[in-house]
């Protein structure tokens, strides 16, 4: 029997694969980040559509690769010495048929505009899961924040901002931090707005607490990615007391990710940065937590640093975490961190649990290893969605001119990510060979699909 999927005709599941990514290829060449994430999702839920009359007439997934509006601009600033600083500045709304636009933004010399698509992409289906109403967008510029002065970020934040502010709006698209982008940088930007638009609201999330921000948003993500490994864990009747843990980055993700974990009893041994990972096998205490942040949040140091200040630690320059023996990891940093090689490392060494703080840092042949030995695999979209959840709670919040107590923020993430852990069962249960798995890639996708599908297919042809 044959289907006709967003005007074409195909036999299977697998060619109607093969032939929409041939065109999102062509549509979007060079855009290989994009392609993986597109291919990802749409892997999981052409099944859906190919039941699915409504979704093939309204042409759901050919809409939802194509961003509503891509917004480019020049950022130009001047640096400490004086000079002339030249920027691209990026906004992709990919889609608002669920809630006004909402996704981070990312300062990193490795932005362009696929990156952003991709991440925009993920960041839809993300933030369907969470249970609030909020559709998808990302941003950011290749500005590299490393090495410049609080002065030179400023200024760039004030610059890019400077285009930014009448394309966003409470109602209308309300970015957040990613790499690059912590709670220094969205005061800065928090500022320019407000000057430049005379009003104060919730125009971004990750505010300081005293205007406007949320308890627990920094804390999130990390948070998240552990309640969610926890709820995975439960479905095999394991605990995350007593295991040991490697988490890679050493960021906003990763420290809060350590500082969870440590809380419910394991043992963390590993964090890395861009140049290199340490192994620490007397575990990350709370003690060296501590010191991390401040390495990292305010003299913005390197993390070779911590293994010259704790004693039986190592530094592996130019190594990534993921062959330190583990029985849980949390990959924290960034997309394809994870490779074929370091996935097989992972199970050979005993890793029963991948919860994913970073978006898409597994390659397509590290997933298949990954669902291969049946291990528990949290995808991003699902396990790091604490974060924009809260961000949706600072929303609200702002909103109502009201405020929640750290316990309330946490009940009501914990609350979220159970939600979305039963939505993904929900999704992705496998029943056969006398056997259930749970395949979470799956789970999220479809989830994170039909309710925007839904959406789309009543609010009409737009
Ligand atoms: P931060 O900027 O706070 O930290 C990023 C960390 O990752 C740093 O240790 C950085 O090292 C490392 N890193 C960045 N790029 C690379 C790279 N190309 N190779 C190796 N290491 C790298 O960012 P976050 O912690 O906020 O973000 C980490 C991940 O989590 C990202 O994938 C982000 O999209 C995702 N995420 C973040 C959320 C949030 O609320 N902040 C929410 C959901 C997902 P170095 O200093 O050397 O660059
Ligand atoms: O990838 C993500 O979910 C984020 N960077 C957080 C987005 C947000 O709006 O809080």
Redesign the pocket.
């Known amino acids: 029997m044959s289907t006709v999927i967003e005007g074409r005709t195909t036999a299977t599941c697998g060619d109607a694969v093969e032939a929409f990514m041939e065109r999102v290829v062509a549509q979007s060449p060079g855009e290989t980040v994009f392609h993986q994430a597109v291919r990802e999702a749409v892997r999981s839920v052409m099944p859906v559509v190919m039941e699915n009359k409504a979704y093939q007439d309204s042409r759901i997934l050919d809409r939802m690769v194509v961003p509503d509006r891509v917004i480019m601009f020049r950022v130009t600033w001047v640096d400490d010495q004086g000079q002339v600083q030249v920027n691209r500045g990026y906004r992709v709304q990919m889609n608002a048929a669920i809630g006004p636009y909402?996704?981070?933004l990312?300062f990193h010399p490795s932005v362009n505009l696929g990156v952003l698509k991709f991440?925009a992409f993920?960041?839809v289906l993300?933030n369907s899961l969470t249970t609030l109403p909020m559709g998808g967008s990302?941003g950011g510029s290749d500005f590299d924040p490393r090495g410049k002065s609080d002065g030179e970020v400023m200024r760039f934040c004030q610059a890019f901002m400077n285009e930014l502010y009448c394309h966003i709006g409470p109602d209308i698209d309300?970015?957040?931090?990613?790499i690059g982008v912590g709670g220094r940088e969205i005061g800065y930007l928090f500022g320019q707005y407000r000057k430049l638009t005379h009003r104060f609201n919730g125009v971004l999330?990750?505010k300081g607490i005293n205007w406007g921000g949320s308890r627990l948003?920094p804390e999130a993500?990390g948070y998240g990615a552990v309640y969610f490994a926890q709820a995975m864990l439960e479905t095999r009747g394991e605990g995350i007391e007593g295991k040991i843990a490697t988490v890679s980055g050493s960021g906003n993700v990763a420290q809060y990710t350590v500082e969870k974990l440590h809380q419910l009893g394991a043992q963390v041994v590993t964090l890395s940065d861009s140049e290199g990972t340490i192994v620490d096998r007397d575990g990350i205490t709370p003690e060296k937590l501590e010191w991390v942040k401040e390495l990292k949040n305010v003299r913005r140091g390197r993390i070779s640093e911590y293994a010259a200040r704790f004693q039986g630690s190592k530094f592996l320059k130019g190594k990534r975490p993921w062959s330190a023996p583990c029985d849980l990891a949390f990959p924290s940093a960034t997309q394809n961190e994870i490779d074929a090689t370091d996935a097989r490392h992972l199970v050979e060494n005993g890793c029963i649990c991948v919860s994913e703080g970073a978006?898409m840092p597994s390659t397509e042949e590290a997933i298949a290893v990954f669902m291969e030995k049946k291990i528990l695999y949290g995808p991003g979209k699902a396990a790091?969605?604490g974060?924009?959840s809260?961000?949706g709670l600072e929303m609200t919040q702002n909103a109502g001119c009201m405020r929640r107590s750290a316990d309330e923020v946490d009940q009501a993430l914990k609350r979220i990510m159970t939600s979305i852990h039963a939505n993904c069962v929900k999704y992705g249960k496998e029943n056969g060979n006398g056997s259930s798995f749970v395949n979470y890639v799956n789970g999220a996708n479809i989830a994170g699909f039909i309710k925007i599908a839904e959406a789309m297919v009543q609010q009409g042809v737009y």
């Open positions: 909402k996704g981070g990312r991440l993920e960041q993300k990302k309300v970015p957040a931090g990613d999330t990750g948003r993500t978006n790091n969605a974060g924009v809260v961000s």
